[in-house]
Structures are given as C-alpha cells and as structure tokens.
C-alpha cells in the first residue's frame, strides 16, 4: 500500500496508522535517511515495537518513510492554516533518497550514497547497503533467505517440534550500531520517547521478528522461536553473516581498552562481539567520536551470509549392561595408534544408538568400569550414553524397547536392561556418591600352598576389613600415585580343591580386587596373602553388582 497524495486528512491518518511513528521521530527518520540508515534500521532507531511494521517489504517500509516525511511538510501547511488544496501542489523541498555515484578512484566500484535534493518526488529508497546493518536487514530478511535456511533445515531431515532461530553478526555491527546511536542521540533525548541506546530494538530482534514467521511458513507451521522453555527438545539453527570489508572497524577499540581484547588459545580472533561489546561500554562519547566516523561511513558490499547450522541438542540414554567376554574392553583399547581389541562395551551400546537417532557422535560414561577380562554379571552396570546431535529425539516405550532389544541381538559379549531416555541432570545420578556404593564381586583365587575348607573359614568372619591400596602398579601411568582407604565389607568363599576357591566379596566401590588378592608387591597392605600366609593369584573376576540404584528399574 502507499498513501497516495489526496487532500484528504484521513488517508493521512492511515498513512500514519501504516508505520505507527511519531510526530516527533520525523527529524529522527530524517537524519537516520541521511545518514545512509536503511529502512529497517530507521525504525529501530525510532524504538518501533511493533513487530508488523518490519515484516512489511522492505520496498514497502521505505516508500512509506519517504511519504512520512513528506508529510512533515503538509502537516506544516495544514498547521500554518494553509488551505488543504495547496497540499496537492506541494512544498518544493523534499526529501528524496537518491542514487549517486561517487567516484572512488576504482573502475568499476562505485559507492551508493543518499542525497537530498531539491526536485523530484518520493520515490521508493535506494537499495545501498546500510550503514549500521551492514545489508542484513535489507538483503537477508525475505523469502528468499527463509527459503534458504528452511531448504537446509530439510535437507538434514531433522526430527522436532519447535526450532530456535538464532543469529550472529560480525562483532563491528555494535561498533556502528553505537556510532549511529551518538550521531541522533542528541535529537532522540530530546524528541522521542525512547530514552536511551537500550531502547533501540536489537538488529537481532528485528531479524527474528521477520524471519521467525517466514522460516515456520515454510516447514509447514512448526514454530520458530527464540527460546524453548523445554530444554531437552531444543533445536538450534543458526544463521550467521560477517562482513570482511569492514573487520578493522572494531580495531581502534584495542587501542583505548587493551584489556578487553586479551587473546586466548582457542580464539583466532580478539574482536568478538562480546569483547566488543565491553570495550563500547568503557569508552567515553568523545573519545569514540573521535575515533571513529559518525554516523558509520558507508561500506561497498553488503554481509556475506555463512553456511546454515543446525544442531539439536544432545539427548541422553541410560541403562545397564551385562557384559559376558574376558576379552572386550570397556572402551576402545588404543595403545601406540593402533587398535588391540575389535570391539568394546560403549561402541556396541552406541553403533545401534547413534543410527536409530541419527547422531553424529556419542559419549559414553558408567559407573566405575572393569577390566578387559573381567564380566559384569548381575543386574548389570548403570552407564549413560550422551548422543550428540541427534536428528531423531523422540522415541515412545515401545521404541525404546526395540532399542534394548537391537542391542541385545547384536552380539552376545553384552546386554543392555532398563534403557531409557533420561535428562542431562539425571545423569549426574549415576556418579553421586559413588565412592560410598558398594560392589559385589566373585573371585576365582589361586593358592600357591594346598589348602583345606578350614582354612577359609576365618574369611567368612572377616567383617568390614581397612586396607590401605597405594595406585596400582598397573594404572600408575594414567593415575596419581596415592594411597587410598577401601573397606571389604564382607567376603565368602566357595571351596574347590586344594589349590582353588571361590571368593564373593562386598567391597567399598573402588577397591582394587586384584591388587586384594596378590598384593601387588605390598601396595595393598593388608592382602590376601597375607591372610592366607601363601602366594595366591586371581584367575577370574566377575563384578556380581554395582548397588547404584540409578537409572530406575523399567519393568519388563
Ligand atoms: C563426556 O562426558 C563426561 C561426563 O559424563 C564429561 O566430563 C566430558 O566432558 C564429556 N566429553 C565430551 C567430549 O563431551
Ligand atoms: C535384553 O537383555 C537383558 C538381559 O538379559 C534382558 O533383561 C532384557 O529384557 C533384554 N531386552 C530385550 C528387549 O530383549
Ligand atoms: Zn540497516
């Protein structure tokens, strides 16, 4: 729509009712037009809250700024008491925002500026990049652009109900933001209502508020928002624009506030828009004046807008499992970059995992672990299983079970019970407390002296036995040396013949079992041959039960 000139004070109204701004924001819009603002950036500068108003073409919003100046002029007639048929033939001076080249010493570059002329009528504003917005919300903000971003949402073939559009913009953005910001401040105090830089709607919001709508339109209606309350669902596609041509914009700031861009091992770049942000803030009104050109000159291109990002955020599967090999590691067993067992635990629980949620990687954690060669018996050992980026979230009861029971069939070294879908807090369950927890274990001991029953009898009567364990020898490469207290609770045995039994214990989580029964060269003070007075070795090692009482049982 465009107000059409008709001496008529109610088409005037409605032109006023189009884009909701003040009597008082006029010489705001003005300055904000010279100045090489577009469009949209005008309206922010004016604090325009109204959503609509920037999801309006952007054609739309500039032919109606145009006429909203021009209508300063009627006004001034019709206040001045001038007849209303005099407004047909109006004022001379108007604004018109026009093309013209500038010759900047290069061919075929030329620089698009705004100028202010005294003939012609309103026409629809240049398209030159923004000063403040760098294009952003001039180029990026249509169909086309949510087609885009849309077209790569699909391509992934993502699973969810609510995606969180967000956006991130060169860092020099707030250094031109700020720069437009002094050049109207003097006016905006003055004459608006909106008191302070605060105020201005972020060019982020601004672009959400156009995007947001656009992109659901084209993923058939699922809402795009800016935040989900429901964390576990959130589904993140980012969208982010840099601007090479004007990166040293932010440079001088280093000069007046070091502090603030102090460089970091993984950061190339200094200038991020937090430090950026910060160093803005330290800096006084003159002295960045002085630094910096205001209002912000005007670039050549418009942003470059960067690969679209999406990312779901991580979903997390607990559960128990059995393992039933003395050959398989509990995670991949690397030494010297080169792969000693085929398999291991987690990859076994995560393959069947990481291809029904369509993930692009796991992390696997448990509650304590065992040994290469030594089962998990019992009602299993709680782990978790972190899948990050899953494409796929959602999974009912019954598809979970189908889950367990892919992982059951996929091997007999494991089993998997009580899978379920848990939360990132839930998990920190399963490493609480742990040390207090006890394990059950059995033991197939070796004796070096021939032994009776009797002799094992006093084992039984063994209650709540201190030891004293230094590191084991066996893990000193990846663990500080130290000496650490673990309590057997309690210990039976099973005789077999002279030369072996059986050993069940209950221990403290945490006691090294094999170090108990051989001593590990009088690290483990006391030990099992100790205690029996002979040489006795562990030939097998079974864990019974891991009494973490997490995640909750599912029943069957
Ligand atoms: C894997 O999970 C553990 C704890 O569960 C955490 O400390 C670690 O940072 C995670 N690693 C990665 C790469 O996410
Ligand atoms: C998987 O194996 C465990 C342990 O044997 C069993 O408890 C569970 O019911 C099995 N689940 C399925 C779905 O097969
Ligand atoms: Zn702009």
Redesign the pocket.
Known sequence: MRFTRQSNSFAIILSYMMLPLKENDRPIVKKLLEAGCCARCVLRFCCLEVQSAYRKSYEDISRELCDFIRDAENKVAQVAGVPEQLTEDPPSKKIKLDTAKIDDQSEDESVLVPTVTDQGNAEPMDSDVCVVCLGVLQDFCDEAHATKISGVVKAENYQFDTMVLSVSLPAQLSVREHSCWLHIKKEVREKSMCLDKDDVIPVKEAFKWIMQGLVSKQLGGIPVVTKISRQTEQFEVGVGFTHPETDSDCHFLAGICPDCFRPTKNKQNVFTRMAVVKAIEKVSDEKFVKKFPCPPPRPASKCIAQDVQCLHVSVFVAGRYNKFSRTLPQTPWVIDGERRMESSVEELIAAPLLSSFRAEGF?F?SSGREDVDVRTLGNGRPFAV?LQNPHRARFNKAEVRQLQEAINQSSDKIRVRDLQIVSRDA?GHMKEGEEDKTKSYSALIWTHKDISKDDLMFLEETKELKLAQKTPLRVLHRRPLAVRERVIHTMSTRFLDAHHFHLALRTQAGTYIKEFVHGDFGRTKPNLCDLLKTETDILELDVESVDVDWPPPIPE
Request: hydrophobic fraction near 25%.
């Open positions: 992390n954690s972190e998990m």
